[in-house]
């Protein structure tokens, strides 16, 4: 029996385990936030580009990707290609607006000020997150650990479940058990990690035109150049659709013109709003969570507690 009970909390924790680290989503824009932010202040004070790179990557806050960065501009890579090599879509993001910086003849520095922002928040989104999901892992956490404990919990009142864990129908109930217990940890991870893996930065479309826009280049144009930049460096945060006819893009800068209002605040406001309205709903799906995780919580792992932590003490006190 303490074998098979053992496998089941392992089954267990491999399933509950921490959620790891992602590389892109959470905290999937810490590293380029900083580097972003880094490389803006840099290159306002009049260091080159190449110095800028070695001193980024000399900073070992930056992370590993930025030291790779730095490693390929010096091996004679472009800067575009550098950051679009890079693993993570923040850093495809940054090598799209340095790309259409040096197209569009636009300020470096304040075009990368403006990714790091918006990077910044996708980091500030994590950290609200994580908050909010600390209860239901709490819950699925607790309530999992239910089965096994109540065995235990049997034992230690006298009731020894063994022998009838040891029986045909005690091996029927603990599979049982343990395959339920199994499947209801398993779908609340999947319905946690739909949350967790949905991150993005949104108006990034917006944040890009705006470089071009600040370049000089016709507003017209933008959102063709946006998407050339995007589809050269693979920027995967940016969907080809927001540059389609009828896409809020096109309609803002047609607005704009017609009404003779500068272009660069208009696309700031959009991207600001964009980003507001996706993160409430990353929040509001996080907040839901804690109800959708019940269904698994009843359907699989309850049962599971029943069949493994209930009926075999009960068999076994009426043994007795």
Not at 71 to 77: F, I, K, L, P, T
Not at 244 to 256: C, D, F, N, Q, S
């Amino acid at each position: 029996m303490a074998r098979l009970l053992a496998g089941v909390v392992a089954r267990w924790r491999s399933l509950f385990g921490a959620a790891p680290d992602h590389g892109e989503a959470g905290g999937m824009g810490a590293g380029g936030a900083r580097a972003a932010r880094q490389m803006s202040t840099l290159l306002g004070g009049g260091i080159a580009p190449e110095r800028m790179f070695e001193l980024l990557g000399q900073d070992a806050a930056n992370g590993d990707e930025a030291v790779q960065v730095a490693h390929r501009v010096a091996a004679g890579a472009s800067p575009v290609d550098a950051l679009a090599r890079a693993e993570g879509a923040e850093w495809r993001v940054l090598a799209a607006a340095w790309q259409l910086a040096v197209v569009g003849g636009a300020p470096l520095g304040p075009a990368l000020a403006r990714i790091s922002e918006a990077l910044a928040a996708l980091d500030r989104l994590h950290e609200r997150r994580g908050v909010i999901l600390a209860g239901p892992k709490a819950t699925v956490a607790i309530v999992a650990a239910l089965p096994p404990l109540a065995l235990l919990l049997g034992a230690s009142l006298g009731f020894d479940p063994g022998p009838v864990l040891g029986s045909p129908m005690g091996a029927v109930l603990l599979v049982a058990g343990a395959l339920l217990l199994a499947c209801g940890v398993g779908w609340a991870r999947v319905l946690q990690r739909r949350v967790e893996t949905g991150d993005h930065v949104a108006g990034l479309e917006y944040e890009l035109a705006w470089i071009v826009v600040r370049g000089g280049a016709d507003p017209g144009a933008a959102p063709r150049l946006v998407a050339d930049a995007v589809d050269a460096v693979g920027a995967e945060w940016v969907p080809f659709t927001r540059f389609l006819a009828g896409e809020p893009l096109r309609g803002t800068i047609a607005a704009a013109r017609q009404a003779g209002v500068p272009l660069a605040a208009q696309l700031l406001e959009e991207a600001q709003v964009a980003r507001s309205a996706a993160h409430a709903r990353l929040e509001r799906e996080a907040e839901q969570l804690g109800i959708r995780v019940l269904i698994p919580l009843a359907v699989c792992v309850l049962p599971s507690f029943i069949l493994v932590g209930v009926v075999p003490v009960v068999l076994s006190m009426l043994r007795v």
